[in-house]
């Protein structure tokens, strides 16, 4: 079982940074302000690629491990024959190789009305939809069966992993639709996702996680369980991650519609406290889990934030382990820019 | 500067509005949408804070705008002492009913109170005279005697004018009254130029209690003048249940019995009403009182005896009615009417045995009913006329059946002279003879009828026609037969002559009444000094003609009886009417009873009554003289007056002026510099920009 992001290796230590001035490069917030999600993220991949300086698109042939002989029954497939071992020992068998296939992976995004925040120029919602086209995008050139999950409260769409044409338009159309849901609860949707994906792979989740800790353990816990590897993408707003409103206002919760009534003087070290209690959660709640945490601000550049994300993943040689719960997780924050 | 509506200046404690909203810090309600409130927890509301302004150039402006709105509204404007000043004078004619209907419960009373409430009100400039009326008007003080610089003392005298009236027994002239005073008020402006055109400077109060029978139809065709109105303060009696007594006249002398109707004009329910003799002097009962029970607005009719004025011992005889809530119409007096007799003397010879008394004149003569209420007509045949006294008041007709000789022409001359009518009938001689002078016929008895003219201007002389005839003209301008004149009796066709006199040559002074086939005429007639003569061509009795058995016979024969007669002396006469030609008194006749009446000569006893107008006393609606065509206003006191003037004044001066709209025009800038400044604000208060949602 390999995890293909071997591309990645080679550029791991290059910055965003170093990269920025070259002849491919694009002004990655001009990106952001492309409508047609697929050439958006087509460009991200390429600016990615060029980034790290790797070549596209690598084709890998199936690998083939053995896995054990057996005797040849009436019926088999005469082409399994090891026609070797038959001319050595002059008996039939049968030659089994392990099902080697392409990834599975599965990227799941949050479409809470939390996920509609946004200060600047880009919703964390629409940082997460680019993210997770381009993910698709990716992942689709090499050839791995990608899959679409979105949720609020509750499932809404589902794309299962498929390598054939047509799959990333798919993927594409499912993330262009409009959100119709308007709370988050994790561990609901994380619940139908591992009912649903019964073959080991990938789960890429791309949410904010404004919910308690323990209900994000929860559900990673099932998927860990079921034997995926977890990636949890963390998108925040900037205004998130620090407080920024300093008059007098009403806060509506944009999922709840709840209003309460705060003093910014008094409020903003009590919601640093308490967000970095919660990132702190959440990243013990990861580490418990197996699953990797990965944080990006939205107003970071999409594109150094994955490559980041990647760097980061791949320096920390993740492997997929069904014991995941045993292993340590993982925690990287893409700084962005 | 003063205030049109000072009242809005209330308005400007709005600035204590912005003056509160600047002391208070209001929590604010803007909202931000933000992610997730599970980092935050709910902050108290700050305190409010108090005593200390926010922003003093915004509250200035809010202040300053209020303040301007409400002066704006206050209607603001320099004030001007001289245009201010009003004077205006009012012509006010106070009309007094004085009538009967006016003695009722407390009438009068409360017409004096309202007049000097009216009084009172009146200011200093105003014109004031008093007028009573009842059918006549009678003026106490004009306007041109009215000091203006002592209305107090001109008040106490009209209410001592006031107080020493009282009403009259007289019936109500509205009508005449009011266009007594429209007149007076009408004469009294027309060189006051200076005066302004104000509707209600030239006024007629009315007090009266517009009863029903006052007269206001006059009005109807009264030209009213200009810029007169008319305040009717009706003065209604509390109860108006009224009934009224009524003599009807009395047809048969020998009657002793007394017809009396009683007219209930009110109420509203059936009531037990007594009728009865009362004797002049103490009132007591001479008979047992008729009761009866009249229904509202119904009339009963009772029979009562006549007194015997023997038994009486008095001439004098009153009626009584009680039963209805006012006593002052209640009394009705009555004198027994004495007949008049007037003589129709017919000249001629007395039919004899032998000949149908039908083809003679006296005949129908005879049975003509002509007697009237008060007059008798006694028929009387002679064939001598030396023997008759000709008096035309006793006399006043003579029927001339035969020719006259120059005596009887003689005595018929003078008759004619007095006032006599005489109806020569030419006959046929067959029909009456006579033996009388051959030399006498129709045209010498005619040349001694008119002796004084040197012509006849007519000729009878023609020998007697005996053709049957029909009348072929009638002038129907001729009294005689104007009462025949409606296209219903003018057929005079049906009467044939079957002979007549031929009566030619008709000239002027003689006038043709009617005409014959034959062109000639059929009844002529001349006046002659103050009588006159009329000539019929034909007899009346069927042996000539068939004029008696017509039926305009008898109003042919009523005129030429009754035409030159009085109408006899009544005696009963209504209170304030004028009295007929020949009758005198000592004293003037102004309240109702029996009065000695001087006439011609002989005195008679005459029953004075009130008008039966007055009885009638349903309160008249005002709406009656607005129909008439009268503008009707009301009486405002002087105090409302000035008032009304100066705050017409201040709304003129605060009109020109207009300063209003400078104050709005302020309020407008001042209201767009606040918008500027706090916007600017607004935006200096909020420098960063709080979460929002990009969807």
Redesign the interface.
């Known amino acids: 079982m390999a995890w293909r992001l071997n591309p990645f290796t080679k550029s791991s230590h290059r910055s965003a940074a170093a990269t920025s001035g070259s002849a491919t490069d694009i002004d990655p917030f001009a990106i952001m302000r492309i409508r047609d999600l697929q050439l958006r993220s087509k460009l991200i991949v390429d600016g990615l690629a060029a980034q790290s300086g790797m070549h596209r698109s690598l084709r890998h042939g199936s690998s083939v491990e053995f896995s054990e002989y057996r005797a040849y029954c009436p019926g088999d497939d005469p082409r399994s024959l090891d026609w070797k071992l038959f001319g050595r020992s002059d008996r039939y068998f049968i030659k089994k190789f392990e099902d080697e296939t392409n990834r599975r992976c599965y990227v799941v995004v949050d479409q809470s009305h939390?996920?509609?925040?946004?200060?600047g120029?880009?919703?964390?919602l629409?940082y997460a939809r680019t993210l997770a086209a381009t993910l698709a995008y990716y992942l689709t050139t090499q050839r791995d069966e990608v899959g679409l999950m979105t949720f609020d409260e509750a499932v809404a769409d589902v794309v299962p992993p498929r390598q054939r044409v047509g799959q990333l338009r798919r993927i594409l159309a499912c993330l262009d639709r409009a959100p119709t849901g308007r709370g988050t609860t994790v561990t609901e949707p994380l619940r139908e996702i591992a009912a649903v994906a019964r073959q080991r792979g990938l789960v890429i989740l791309i949410s904010?996680l404004?919910?308690?800790a323990e209900e994000v353990r929860s559900g990673l816990a099932l998927l860990r369980g079921r034997g995926h590897e977890v990636l949890c993408l963390r998108i925040l707003?900037s205004?998130?991650q620090s407080w920024?409103?300093?008059?007098?206002?009403?806060?509506?919760?944009?999922?709840?519609g709840?209003?309460?009534?705060?003093?910014p003087t008094?409020?903003a070290q009590?919601?640093q406290d308490?967000?970095t209690e919660?990132a702190s959660n959440l990243q013990r709640v990861c580490e418990g889990v197996g699953a990797t945490l990965f944080t990006m601000s939205s107003d970071s550049p999409l594109r150094d934030a994955l490559a980041n994300v990647l760097t980061v993943y791949n320096r920390q040689g993740v492997q997929v382990r069904r014991s995941g719960m045993l292993s340590g997780g993982s925690v990287a924050t893409g700084a962005g820019g | 500067m003063s205030f049109l509506t000072p009242l809005y200046l209330l308005g400007a404690l709005a600035i204590a509005g912005p003056i509160v909203f600047h002391l208070i810090r209001r929590?604010?309600?803007?909202?931000?949408?933000?992610?997730?409130?599970?980092?935050?927890?709910?902050?108290?509301?700050?305190e409010v804070r108090r005593g200390k302004i926010d922003d003093w150039p915004l509250l200035l402006l809010r202040c300053l705008a209020f303040l301007m709105l409400a002066f704006a509204f206050a209607r603001p404007f320099l004030r001007d002492e001289n245009q201010l000043m009003t004077s205006l004078g009012r012509d006010v004619v106070i009309a007094m009913d004085q009538s009967a209907s006016m003695r009722r419960e407390s009438l009068w009373p409360r017409a004096i109170q309202t007049a000097v409430e009216v009084l009172e009100d009146l200011g200093p400039e105003d014109r004031v005279s008093i007028m009573f009326f009842d059918t006549d008007t009678r003026w106490w003080m004009s306007e041109d005697g009215v000091d203006r610089g002592s209305i107090a003392s001109m008040r106490s005298d009209a209410i001592a004018k006031l107080s020493s009236m009282t009403p009259t027994w007289l019936a109500t002239d509205i009508a005449s009254a009011l266009m007594d005073a429209a007149g007076r008020l009408a004469s009294s402006g027309d060189d006051d130029s200076a005066r302004s055109d104000d509707e209600l400077q030239r006024l007629i109060v009315l007090i009266s209690d517009a009863q029903e029978g006052a007269d206001v139809d006059a009005l109807r065709s009264f030209a009213w003048p200009d810029r007169v109105r008319v305040d009717v303060k009706t003065i209604a009696a509390e109860d108006d249940d009224n009934a009224s007594l009524r003599v009807m006249p009395m047809t048969d002398e020998s009657d002793r019995r007394l017809s009396l109707r009683v007219h209930r004009h009110g109420g509203d329910s059936a009531t037990k009403m007594n009728v009865g003799w009362a004797s002049d002097a103490s009132g007591a009962p001479q008979t047992p009182p008729v009761s009866m029970q009249v229904p509202p607005r119904q009339v009963r009719t009772v029979v009562l005896p006549l007194l015997d004025s023997d038994a009486s011992n008095s001439k004098l005889s009153r009626l009584s009615l009680r039963g209805d809530a006012h006593a002052f119409d209640n009394d009705v007096y009555f004198v027994p009417p004495k007949r008049e007799v007037k003589r129709l003397l017919l000249v001629g010879p007395a039919p004899s045995e032998s000949e149908d008394a039908r083809n003679e004149l006296g005949f129908y003569l005879e049975r003509m009913p002509l007697d009237r209420s008060s007059q008798t007509m006694q028929f009387v045949r002679v064939d001598d006329l030396s023997d008759e006294a000709l008096d035309p008041s006793q006399t006043p007709l003579v029927v001339l059946g035969r020719p006259s000789d120059v005596d009887e022409a003689s005595r018929l001359r003078e008759y004619l002279l007095d006032g006599g009518t005489v109806l020569v009938v030419m006959t046929d001689g067959k029909v009456t003879p006579r033996d009388q002078d051959p030399g006498v016929d129709w045209t010498s008895m005619l040349g001694t009828l008119f002796s004084d003219d040197t012509s006849l201007h007519i000729n009878v002389a023609g020998k007697r026609v005996r053709e049957a005839m029909r009348l072929a003209t009638v002038d129907f301008r001729e009294p005689l037969f104007a009462s025949m004149a409606e296209p219903a009796f003018a057929d005079f066709s049906r009467i044939q002559f079957w002979s007549h006199q031929p009566i030619t040559d008709v000239e002027p002074p003689w006038q043709v009444a009617a005409m014959l086939e034959d062109r000639g005429a059929a009844m002529v007639h001349r006046d002659v000094g103050d009588g006159v003569v009329w000539l019929l061509a034909s007899g009346w009795q069927p042996a000539e003609s068939q004029l008696a058995l017509s039926t305009k016979f008898i109003p042919m024969m009523h005129h030429w009886f009754w035409d030159r007669c009085s109408s006899g002396q009544s005696i009963d006469h209504i209170v304030g009417h004028p009295l007929p030609a020949g009758w005198s008194v000592e004293s003037v006749v102004d309240r109702p009873g029996i009065h000695e009446i001087n006439a011609d000569g002989t005195t008679l006893s005459v029953a004075f009554n009130l008008d039966p107008s007055e009885s009638e006393t349903s309160v008249m609606s005002v709406d009656r003289f607005e129909q008439l065509g009268i503008p009707v206003g009301q009486l405002e006191s002087t105090v409302k007056i000035a008032d009304r003037q100066r705050q017409l004044r201040r709304r003129e001066l605060e009109n020109r002026q207009g300063l209003w709209q400078w104050l709005i025009l302020g309020v407008l800038s001042l209201l767009g510099i606040e918008m500027w400044l706090a916007g600017r604000r607004s935006a200096q208060?909020?420098p960063?920009?709080?979460?929002?949602?990009?969807?």
Do not use: C, W
């Open positions: 939390s996920m509609s925040y946004g200060t120029e880009i919703s964390k629409e904010d404004m919910t308690p707003d205004a998130e920024s409103i300093e008059t007098d206002r009403m806060i509506v919760d944009m999922e709840t709840r209003r309460i009534q705060v003093d008094l409020v009590q919601y308490a967000f919660h | 929590p604010t309600r803007q909202n931000v949408p933000f992610s997730t409130l599970m980092f935050l927890t709910p902050s108290r509301p700050r208060a909020e960063s920009p709080a979460g929002n949602v990009v969807q």
